[in-house]
Nanobody
């Protein structure tokens, strides 16, 4: 199983970015997907998750109303649309597969991460 996250970059506060995660090597459409992030000096934390069907989503309180997770099973892709970005959203963002959970240890496979930097 391989996950490739991309789409990170430098953006000003208030701006938007869309992260993408390509999944290969397994039956993508049968598993939940999640996004996590890790800021310097902090533990990796939950951002958002989506069920295999896309019908249910879950968000960390800190991103509710600003971030949207979605997926396209035909393309084996999961996305994270990030709006109204804040400097505290600066982190390396990881996609993961294998669960619909806010706990990182429930996920079996991880992408390499993509850096998002939000300037004030």
């Amino acid at each position: 199983v391989q996950l490739q996250a991309y789409g990170g970059g430098l953006v000003q506060a208030g701006g938007s970015l869309r992260l993408s995660c390509a999944c290969s090597g397994r039956t993508f459409s049968t598993y939940g997907m999640g996004w996590f992030r890790q800021s310097p000096g902090k533990e990796r934390g939950f951002v958002a998750a989506i069920t295999w069907s896309g019908r249910s989503t879950n968000y960390a309180d800190s991103v509710k109303g600003r971030f949207t997770i979605s997926r396209d099973n035909a393309k084996n892709m999961v996305y994270l649309q990030m709006n109204s970005l804040k400097p505290e959203d600066t982190a390396v963002y990881y996609c993961a597969t294998g669960s619909y959970s806010a706990r990182d240890y429930d996920y079996a496979y991880w992408g390499q991460g993509t850096l998002v930097t939000v300037s004030s």
